[in-house]
């Protein structure tokens, strides 16, 4: 059973950085876009970043476009996100995703297109 865990979240001061890391069980990781969601307190759930299955494709939500990085290492079964410049308003629990379609190159926004995920880190940002 293919199955995703998160780590990497935790306390951080505002201004800093962290790199949460998702990795994936099963052989057929690097043929899925993968993404990365967030859940703030009392929020529902938001999309973060996607990149696809070839590395090639990213997209961002506008509130941590020019601070997060999506990245994946397809050897280690791993999607990493950097996180720069960290806000109090970045504090969530981070998701990872993946998409439910094998081999696609167009990147989604919408957590129902996404069919596999993660228990999710925690991160906290102080002010």
């Known amino acids: 059973q293919v199955q995703l865990v998160e780590s990497g979240g935790g306390l951080v001061q505002a201004g800093g950085s962290l790199r949460l890391s998702c990795a994936a069980s099963?052989?057929?990781?690097?043929?899925?876009?993968m993404g990365w969601f967030r859940q703030a307190p009392g929020k529902e759930r938001d999309f973060v970043a996607a990149?696809?299955?070839?590395?090639?494709?990213?997209l961002y939500a506008d509130s941590v476009k020019g601070r997060f990085t999506i990245s994946r290492d397809n050897a280690k079964n791993t999607v990493y996100l950097q996180m720069n410049s960290l806000k109090p308003e970045d504090t969530a629990v981070y998701y990872c995703?993946?998409?439910?379609?094998?081999?696609?190159?167009?990147?989604?926004?919408?957590?129902?297109?996404?069919?596999?995920w993660g228990q999710g880190t925690q991160v906290t940002v102080s002010s």
């Open positions: 995703a993946r998409d439910r379609r094998l081999s696609s190159s167009n990147l989604r926004l919408d957590q129902r297109e996404y069919d596999l």
């Open positions: 990149l696809s299955w070839s590395g090639r494709n990213t």
């Open positions: 099963g052989r057929t990781f690097s043929s899925y876009t």
